[in-house]
Structures are given as structure tokens and as C-alpha cells.
């Protein structure tokens, strides 16, 4: 069974700065990746995913993330986030003989000003 | 178009009791999931429903009924409400029936259970 970890439950940051957030996965098969965002009091809306191709892939408002197989991990970067950005951010993880995704616990994205 | 709505926003329940969340997506969509979010846990699948007439269990299901009414609609019981049962519930959709496809979100429901 596929498993997938985020290593910080917050992450706080000032504006304009980079941020990176943490995903490992853990699967005996090959993974397909996402990340989604939720922001105060909404619904979870896709980022980005990795399917195939290009392990960088970029994703709305300005995110990336890489999928680095060797290192099982699918960390998300911005070279300088916004205020807006402040949300919570969950990895999720899925292979081709399920039929379901697995979220990871979550990141709480603080951005100061 | 509204995509995924759910009702009600909030709910309080008192030990033992029952009520059904509702789920409807205007998108076409094949495929409806319900989460529950939990603080440091993540989300959690409920059930899902790959197709109309069709529903499977996910990882949490006990304590929790689901109807897919039809394509559009899909709602979640709690037959006897239980404090465990104090989350967050999300319905989701998707087009196709592959984990692979981008799920939407609705709003959610805030339901405690005293």
C-alpha cells in the first residue's frame, strides 16, 4: 500500500521569501503525485500533479514541485510567495491499481508581512 | 455554473441522532467522493461512487451510509450520530473514474456531534 508523509505541520514565512514544503512518498509501485491547496474556510483545489514526463512541474499561482524518484519525494517550491498564498497545502499520492487518492496530513502555509 | 455545493454548511447533532448530508455537482462528472478532515490527519475517504448506481467503501466508512440519488447527487448518512463523527465533510467530484483525474471540492460541512 502507498503512503505518502509531509514532514513540517507549519511553515511559517515572510513575504517575498522562498518557501519550500516536504512530501515523501512510500510505494512499492509506480506513483502518480498531486498537490492541492486549501485556503480558510473552502474546499481543496488541485495545484499541480505529476503523471509522466518531466519530473519539474509547474503548477498555478507561480508553484512548482519535483518529483525526485530516487529520493521518493515531491517537494513544492515558490521563489517568493504572497500573503494570499497563506492556505494549507496536502500531497497526495495514487497508483495505477487503485482507484483512490491518499492525502498526506497537511502543511499550514503562514505567510507574514 | 456552481460546481460542487454541499448542505448544510454547519450542523450540530446530539449523541444518536441522524441526518443526511447532501452532495450535487453540475459538471458532468462520472465520479463522487466523500472525505472527512480531521486536524493532523489529513482527509480521510468515507466512500465513493465511481458511476451512477454504483458506491465502495473507502478507508473509513463505519457509522456512514451514501446514495448516489443520480449522476448529479450524492449524500452521506449518519445513521447515529457519535462524537467521533465531529469533522469536516467534503464531497468531491471528478470526470473520469481514475484516481488520476483532478477531483473538485465542495465548500464542506462543519458537523460537531455533543
Known amino acids: 500500500a502507498q503512503s505518502v508523509t509531509q514532514l513540517d505541520s507549519q511553515v511559517p514565512v515572510f513575504e517575498e521569501a522562498p518557501v519550500e514544503l516536504r512530501c515523501n512518498y512510500s510505494s512499492s509501485v509506480s506513483v502518480y503525485l498531486f498537490w492541492y491547496v486549501q485556503y480558510p474556510n473552502q474546499g481543496l483545489q488541485l495545484l499541480l500533479k505529476?503523471?509522466?514526463?518531466?519530473?519539474l512541474v509547474k503548477g498555478i499561482n507561480g508553484f512548482e514541485a519535483e518529483f525526485n524518484k530516487s529520493q521518493t519525494s515531491f517537494h513544492l517550491r515558490k521563489p517568493s510567495v504572497h500573503i494570499s498564498d497563506t492556505a494549507e497545502y496536502f500531497c497526495a499520492v495514487t497508483t495505477y491499481n487503485t482507484d483512490k487518492l491518499i492525502f498526506g496530513t497537511g502543511t499550514r502555509l503562514q505567510v507574514f508581512p | 455554473n456552481a460546481g460542487v455545493t454541499q448542505t448544510p454548511k454547519f450542523q450540530v447533532l446530539k449523541t444518536g441522532q441522524s441526518m443526511t448530508l447532501q452532495c450535487a455537482q453540475d459538471?458532468?462528472?462520472?465520479?463522487m467522493y466523500w472525505y472527512r478532515q480531521d486536524p493532523g490527519m489529513g482527509l480521510r475517504l468515507i466512500y465513493y461512487?465511481?458511476?451512477?448506481?454504483?458506491?465502495d467503501k473507502g478507508e473509513v466508512p463505519n457509522g456512514y451510509n451514501v446514495s448516489r440519488l443520480n449522476k448529479r447527487e450524492f449524500s452521506l448518512r449518519l445513521e447515529s450520530a457519535a462524537p467521533s463523527q465531529t469533522s469536516v465533510y467534503f464531497c468531491a467530484s471528478a470526470r473520469g473514474q481514475r484516481s488520476t483525474d483532478t477531483q473538485y471540492f465542495g465548500p464542506g460541512t462543519r458537523l460537531t456531534v455533543l
Open positions: 505529476y503523471l509522466s514526463g518531466s519530473t
Open positions: 461512487s465511481a458511476s451512477e448506481g454504483t458506491t
Open positions: 459538471m458532468n462528472h462520472n465520479s
